[in-house]
């Protein structure tokens, strides 16, 4: 690790306005790409950062991958590890699973749930991925929480929340196997329709024969 150049990051949605002992930073919002916007500090700024706010511990302000743990360690930040950055809330919302969606509903920080959040809406408002009904009820559930000053939840998660929604695609394919299925069915009942009306025209046919001999 350069002690003298650590390279930051903003995956944020948003610009994130830095202050270290020796200036400010201002990051401009990640792009649509997904690719952050970049800055570089020396570990003695990130160390100022680090006693006067709490931006770095919450996961405002992400450091290099490759730096993270050196940084972490000169921190005596031991729960470094277990930040949720955006990537991991992305994932957790749109491929949801028990572990992942706790990690989320237990999250006991405002400031960090409000980062989750900010996320959640982007993603939501998107429209580029799906994000199940169940999810998207206890994410706003436990935002009401938050609002009522309820940092601790009580919401239980279920297996049953992590069912996955059917994108859009797919639920055009199935409507289409559907409307091809009424169809087929609606022929063979036309068949049947008219396969009974021929054998009752045989039926009477032979009847009246029967008769006339």
């Known amino acids: 690790m350069n002690n003298n150049k650590i390279r930051i990051e903003n995956h944020n949605p948003f610009n994130l306005c830095v ?14 790409d997904g690719t952050p916007t970049i800055e570089y500090l020396t570990l003695e700024e990130l160390l100022w950062i680090d006693s006067n706010t709490n931006a770095i511990r919450t996961g405002l302000i992400t450091i290099n991958e490759t730096d993270r743990k050196a940084v972490f360690k000169e921190m005596k930040f031991e729960d470094g590890d277990k930040i949720l950055t955006n990537a991991d809330v992305e ?6 699973s028990v572990e992942g969606l706790k990690k989320i509903i237990d999250v006991t920080d405002s400031s960090i749930f ?14 580029s991925v799906d994000i199940s009904n169940r999810v998207i009820n206890l994410m706003t559930e436990r935002y009401k929480e938050f609002k009522r000053g309820q940092n601790v939840s009580h919401i239980t998660i279920e297996k049953k929340d992590t069912d996955r929604p059917i994108s859009q695609d797919k639920a055009k394919e ?14 063979l009942k036309e068949m049947m329709k008219q ?19």
């Open 114 to 127: 409000d980062r989750i959040y900010t996320v959640f809406t982007g993603l939501k408002e998107g429209g």
């Open 19 to 32: 202050r270290s002992n020796l200036r400010d930073y201002i990051l401009s919002p990640v792009s649509e």
């Open 195 to 213: 396969l009974m009306a021929n054998q009752s025209q045989e039926k009477t046919k032979r009847t009246t024969k029967k008769t006339e001999g």
């Open 174 to 187: 199935l409507e289409a196997q559907n409307e091809s299925l009424r169809d087929e069915i609606s022929e």
């Open 91 to 96: 994932d957790i919302l749109v491929n949801p």
